[in-house]
């Protein structure tokens, strides 16, 4: 199982058409060979010195502890993330602030020109939920806006470049692009906790079509692999309950 686990570090799910979300990190490592449900379990039963009590014992202990939101010992499991998401979808995630982030810097680097998120697929406004979209613009509309759309990230990478040559400085510069579109990398660190609340939250319905690509993968790639009775507990009690 922890040669299984250990696979997991530095996978990279490809998101979007440039995106990406790669496991970096997981505490604990599966090299120790301690698995993350047993973390949870050793943390809290750290009186009786974190012993196992056998699998079914350990399971009704997960189970008993999601139940009753007795959530500090899902603190014991953390993760990090490398993510490569469009500035749309980062606006979103950084509002979740229990996790710790670092994002790359367009006042460092100066930011490459394939690099805008690209949609094949337009979705139409829903008449009744404001912030969500129903159903999909016609095909050949669809094309055509997405045509307009690229011409519209070369102008403003153009401008962007030609204010570079003229030596205005990158941090401001930068207004030229179409920030919402702008694939930014970053690093995220978050624990078992508060990473299935960012996942209730992001994986839900009226979440935005593109962050949920992002949090359903995380579950479903790694969270659930790497703690599959925390996740049973939390879809039976939290998720579902
Ligand atoms: C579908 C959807 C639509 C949204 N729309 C909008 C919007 O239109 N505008 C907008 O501004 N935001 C919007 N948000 C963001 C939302 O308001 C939250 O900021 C975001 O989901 C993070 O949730 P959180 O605060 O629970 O998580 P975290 O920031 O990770 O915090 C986790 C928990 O810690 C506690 N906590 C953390 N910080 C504090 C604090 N300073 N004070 C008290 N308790 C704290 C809270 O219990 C919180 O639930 C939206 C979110 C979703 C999912």
């Known amino acids: 199982m922890s040669d299984d686990l250990s696979s997991l570090i530095g996978k990279r799910i ?5 995106g990406y979300v790669e496991l970096q990190d997981v505490m604990p490592h599966p090299a120790t060979g301690i698995r993350a449900d047993a973390a949870i379990v050793a943390s809290a039963r750290v009186s009786f010195m974190g012993e196992s009590k056998g699998e079914e014992a350990d399971r009704k202990l997960i189970h008993y502890l999601m139940k009753h939101r ?5 603190e014991h499991v953390v993760f990090t993330f490398r993510v490569h998401a469009p500035l749309v979808v980062w606006w979103q995630w950084v509002r979740h602030r229990s996790a710790s982030y670092n994002l790359m810097s367009g006042r460092y680097i100066e930011l490459p020109e394939d690099e805008y998120y690209t949609p094949t697929v337009w979705r139409k406004q829903s008449p009744s939920n404001k912030q969500g979209s129903l159903g999909e613009l016609e095909s050949e509309a669809g094309a055509a806006l997405t045509q307009e759309l690229i ?7 153009a401008l962007y470049k030609q204010a ?4 205005v400085a990158r941090e401001q510069a930068r207004l030229f692009l179409s920030g919402f579109a702008v694939y930014y990398t970053g690093y995220i660190t978050q624990n ?3 990473m299935l609340h960012f996942l209730k939250l992001r994986m839900a319905d009226d979440a935005q079509h ?3 690509l992002y949090a359903e993968a995380i579950y479903r790639e790694f969270v659930k692999y790497i703690a599959p009775i925390a996740c049973e507990a939390w879809e039976q009690y939290i998720l579902m309950g």
């Open 14 to 18: 490809p998101m979007l058409d440039r």
């Open 70 to 74: 007795h959530t500090t010992p899902f």
């Open 151 to 157: 011409a519209h990230y070369e102008r403003g990478h």
């Open 164 to 167: 570079l040559a003229q030596g």
């Open 192 to 194: 078992l906790h508060n």
């Open 210 to 212: 593109e962050i949920r």
